[in-house]
Each structure stands twice: as C-alpha cells, then as structure tokens.
C-alpha cells in the first residue's frame, strides 16, 4: 500500500472502532504520546487516557455510526498531514432522541513501527445538536470479521 493509501485505512480504522463502541480499538490508531482535541474539552494527551476519555464517552451509547469522507492526506517523508469531513451519528442509551454531529477532522500523523498513526488529530465542529427519533433501533448482530 502506499502511504495515502495506509492513512485513508488509519482514519477508516479509526470510524470503525468508534462505530463499534470501540474505545481500545481506536486509541490504537493514536501514536503513544498522541493528541486528541475537539469542542471545548481541553487536549487529551496519551493514547492510554485518549483509550479512557473514549471509553467514558462510548460506554454511555446504544451506538454510534462515524464515517469520515473527502480525505485529503499530504506526506512529507515520516509526517503527514490531512483533512476529513465527519458525520457522525449516535444515541445515548434509554434516551428517545438521536445525536448528531458534523464537522472536520484536521490531523498530524506520524509514521511509527506500527505504521501511520495520528499525532494529533483536531475536531472542528461545524454542527452539533439532537433530533427527533422516528424510527426503529436494532440490536446489533455480531460482526463476522471483527479482526479488519
């Protein structure tokens, strides 16, 4: 693969993780000393409390559906950086109403042993709110290739 290829597949590995409720799984994609900010929290440093303040978050949703599109990676040697359009959507488990969420990604990437992995990846909203829920939530099936 080639390095915009294995970044388009870091930044899909990471909306699958979330989407799968994920928190371990997707602090993975973060270099060790990684970085994680967005909306007014302040930076989350660390890929072992970026593993925590995901899982507090994840652990409170019935599910959460995150796909990332319009990646615009750009590679300088072992750095990178890139840009996403995000939609996500997602509900708070026993609440009616759905969350949603749109906004860019704007990442620093580094190449490691384990391969590309986010530096810092930075959230910029550019809407936030709650919709009415007029249809049906499904328990989701197992996943038959949880190791992708």
């Known amino acids: 693969m080639t390095d915009i290829e294995e970044i388009n597949a870091l930044a899909a590995r990471y909306s699958d993780a ?77 609440e009616e109403k759905l969350s949603a969420c749109f906004g860019i990604y704007e990442d620093e990437l580094v190449r490691t042993a ?9 959230f910029h909203a550019l809407w936030r709110g709650r919709v009415e829920a007029a249809g049906k939530l499904y328990i989701p099936t197992p996943i038959e290739h949880p190791g992708l």
């Open 18 to 94: 979330v989407s799968r409720l994920d928190a371990l799984a997707a602090a993975a994609t973060y270099a060790e000393d990684g970085v994680l900010k967005g909306f007014d929290f302040p930076e989350i440093r660390g890929r072992a409390q970026i593993a925590d303040v995901l899982g507090q978050t994840l652990v409170r949703l019935s599910f959460l559906s995150q796909q990332c599109t319009g990646g615009m990676p750009s590679v300088d040697g072992d750095r990178a950086v890139a840009r996403w359009n995000v939609q996500e959507w997602n509900q708070i488990t026993g």
């Open 114 to 122: 384990q391969g590309w992995r986010f530096a810092r990846r930075r």
